[in-house]
């Protein structure tokens, strides 16, 4: 592999080299995607509210063609793939697209008419689910047949008849064809009859569904095809921290076990002395991660929750000098991430926790919000498009709806000063509190403590996480650990592993897990070429990353489909990776 970065060189040589690198690109096949949008179309915005922040979280490299000001050329057939951004997308010059797509470019369209002669508008009936009807193609392969995903209301979709000759439906909503996949020529084609499942509404993002997005891209595109992606890193996190029932937080073996180096967030004052000693042993060994969450269950420390309101200063600077005297009495050093009580925080804990070192405030809150008050907080990656207003309905609790009222999904910095990056991956709607060893949700095993039902619950939220691309952390809180004996527990979280095998989990210490987010949220993968007669990826990122980050390559392989990684090293303006193609 050959790299070259232009961290630390002068704004003239960076510019000579970039310069060389888009003349080489320009010479070699665009490996990105082209997106079309219409801004004639009534639907123009949904492209920006609904597909970029796809494109965004995946890092697609792409480029957008309005085709109202740009009518459509041969120029198209020269990207992998191409996609239909929104409903009502008028394409005057159809022919040259579907030559592009015989030679072999792919398509993805959200536009549900895309290709058909006749459509009518049509609805599912009220709350009838989307329905999984093959795990054998690629698209739907981390889904099961006949599994199901609960949808809300009446779903609206393009009614466009049965599927033509080379083409199957994978997905349908209610009785009709939701995702249809085929083939065109050389080039394959993906068309989705609706994308109003991702107004919450109905279901929303990180709600089951993501895969089949990302999957359809990677699958109709021309390969290579390339994006950045998330690598199934895996960490642990656990709430409301004292040492176990024990205090000698014997539990931190069984997860290390499976090499995680999980992060443990403690009531400051319920820490005796020998459950300090056996903290700082364990910090100090790379074993445990720690920082303070409050100081007591009912006492909290970094807002003043029973007045709904941020602490005094006078306050405020106590449980700081408190906090911080703790961690000089035992010589710790506290982890760069911090989970908040309830996720309530001042704007004056701010400075605070920049001096205590903090880097990564994991909530689903910002700076000065009472918990009540989440959906005031429009945050990365599927909130930063949104407009006033967006939301029609409000569901009577947060476990009610899906995610997107609620923002468990968040990356995003808190703050202007980029002093705190937020990853919060917490799928709500799998099980309450996104805490696996509550009582379990899943069928069979609703409403009990039965072992299986555990280690089904966390599969399936890992599974989740890592189906949408975001970092996956097992969550719990102290109290639910403290029901069993520390082997027990072992034994619970290698099973929840091995279940997660075929995604090649890799295990991480919660600070790297948020050091990555950040890394590869900061980073964008703007342009993508591939020169087939040197077998040669250019990939071209720009922002920057304090740490070595990958992407995600996908090849044609004995008919199926292949993936690899590659690493991009730290970088500040603009990065080029060339790397083996096929």
């Known amino acids: 592999m050959n790299n070259t970065e232009t961290r630390g060189l002068s704004p003239c040589l960076k510019g000579l080299i970039l310069g060389m690198i888009l003349s080489v690109a320009a010479a070699a096949a665009n490996i990105g995607a082209v997106v079309l949008v219409d801004s004639r179309a009534e639907n123009y915005r949904d492209f920006a509210e609904f597909i970029q922040p796809y494109l965004d979280h995946f890092d697609v490299p792409h480029t957008v063609w309005d085709v109202a000001s740009r009518p459509l050329t041969d120029e198209i057939g020269n990207a992998s793939l191409v996609i239909v951004g929104h409903e009502g997308v008028s394409i005057e010059h159809m022919d040259t697209l579907r030559r592009a797509i015989e030679a072999g470019l792919g398509a993805v369209s959200f536009d549900g008419r895309f290709g058909a002669s006749s459509c009518t508008a049509a609805k599912t009936g009220g709350g009838e689910p989307v329905t999984i009807l093959s795990d054998a193609h690629y698209i739907t392969a981390r889904k099961k047949k006949g599994e199901t995903i609960p949808l809300r209301g009446e779903l609206p979709l393009a009614g466009c008849g049965a599927a033509g000759p080379g083409f199957e439906v994978l997905a349908r909503a209610g009785d009709r064809p939701l995702i249809t996949a085929g083939s065109q020529g050389k080039g394959r084609v993906v068309v989705f009859s609706s994308y109003a499942w991702l107004d919450p509404q109905h279901l929303g993002f990180f709600g089951g569904m993501d895969d089949l997005v990302w999957r359809s891209f990677v699958w109709a595109a021309r390969k290579p095809f390339v994006m950045q992606g998330m690598p199934p890193l895996v960490s642990f996190r656990i709430d409301d921290c004292f040492g176990g029932r024990d205090r000698d937080w014997a539990y931190i073996d069984g997860i290390n076990a499976v090499g995680i180096v999980p992060h443990g967030t403690f009531f400051l004052d319920e820490i005796g002395e020998a459950c300090g000693r056996k903290m700082a042993q364990l910090v100090k060994a790379g074993k445990l991660q720690v920082s303070i969450h409050a100081r007591r269950d009912a006492i909290f420390y970094w807002w003043d929750h029973y007045h709904d309101r941020p602490y005094d200063d006078i306050t405020m600077r106590r449980n700081f000098e408190d906090g911080m005297a703790f961690f000089r009495k035992y010589d710790i050093q506290p982890a760069k991430s911090l989970n908040i009580h309830w996720e309530e925080m001042g704007q004056n804990t701010a400075e605070y926790m920049h001096r205590m070192g903090i880097e990564f405030v994991v909530s689903w809150t910002n700076f000065g919000m009472a918990a009540h008050q989440l959906n005031r907080f429009h945050a990365a990656p599927y909130l930063r498009y949104r407009e006033p207003g967006w939301w029609k309905i409000q569901p009577s609790s947060e476990h009610s709806g ?55 619950d966390a599969t399936t939220m890992l599974k989740r996480e890592m189906d949408s691309m975001f970092p996956a952390y097992y969550f719990t809180h102290e109290v639910n650990i403290n029901r069993y004996e520390p082997a027990h527990f072992a034994k619970l979280v290698r099973a929840v592993w091995d279940n997660i095998e075929g995604y090649h989990p890799e295990p991480i210490s919660y600070d790297d897990l948020n050091r990555y987010a950040r890394a590869q949220f900061d980073s964008h993968m703007d342009q993508a070429a591939y020169d087939r007669e040197r077998n040669q990826l250019l990939v071209r990122l720009t922002g920057k990353a304090d740490i070595p980050t990958r992407f995600w390559v996908y090849t044609d392989k004995d008919g199926g489909i292949a993936e690899r990684m590659e690493s991009v090293p730290p970088f500040t303006g603009a990065v080029e990776v060339r790397v083996k193609g096929e």
């Open 402 to 456: 899906q995610l997107m009222f609620t923002q468990r999904a968040v990356m995003d910095y808190l703050d202007e000063r980029h002093w705190f990056f937020d990853n919060y991956v917490e799928p709500m709607d799998i099980k309450s509190g996104s805490d696996w060893l509550r009582k379990c949700s899943l069928p069979p095993f609703t409403g009990t403590f039965e072992d299986s039902g555990m280690i089904l």
